[in-house]
Nanobody
Framework: QVQLVESGGGLVRAGGSLRLSCAAS????????MGWYRQTPGKQRELVAA???????NYADSVKGRFTISRDNAKKMAYLQMNSLKPEDTAVYYC????????????????WGQGTLVTVSS
């Protein structure tokens, strides 16, 4: 009943930029953490960036200084601005959210989007 839909992936040359968006919909009382993960074939999904309800952020070392995560709570959206892209950033990027569907939930619902492919050519 809670869905995340990503958009903004595509093909870009090394050094270029892309902006990913994630829209949350459904039965949502509050969204606590939102984050972006990425995965390449044969590898585990890894955290790229996360942003918490108070606005604090966390980044993977590999993207610090190049990527910026943000959110719009009113619109239930999260964004990932990716600059100075490198071929090693090529992956499927997934949006993740920790959601409380009601004010009485004692545990957040962990929700994933379907993923969006980012390809960085050299």
């Amino acid at each position: 009943q809670v869905q995340l839909v990503e958009s903004g992936g595509g093909l870009v040359r090394a050094g270029g930029s892309l902006r990913l968006s994630c829209a949350a919909s459904g039965s949502i009382f509050s969204i606590n953490a939102m984050g972006w993960y990425r995965q390449t074939p044969g590898k585990q999904r890894e955290l790229v960036a996360a942003i918490f309800s108070g606005g604090s952020t966390n980044y993977a070392d590999s993207v610090k200084g190049r990527f910026t995560i943000s959110r719009d709570n009113a619109k239930k959206m999260a964004y990932l601005q990716m600059n100075s892209l490198k071929p090693e950033d090529t992956a499927v990027y997934y949006c993740h959210a920790s959601v409380a569907a009601t004010p009485y939930d004692d545990r957040d619902l962990e929700v994933w989007g379907q993923g969006t492919l980012v390809t960085v050519s050299s």
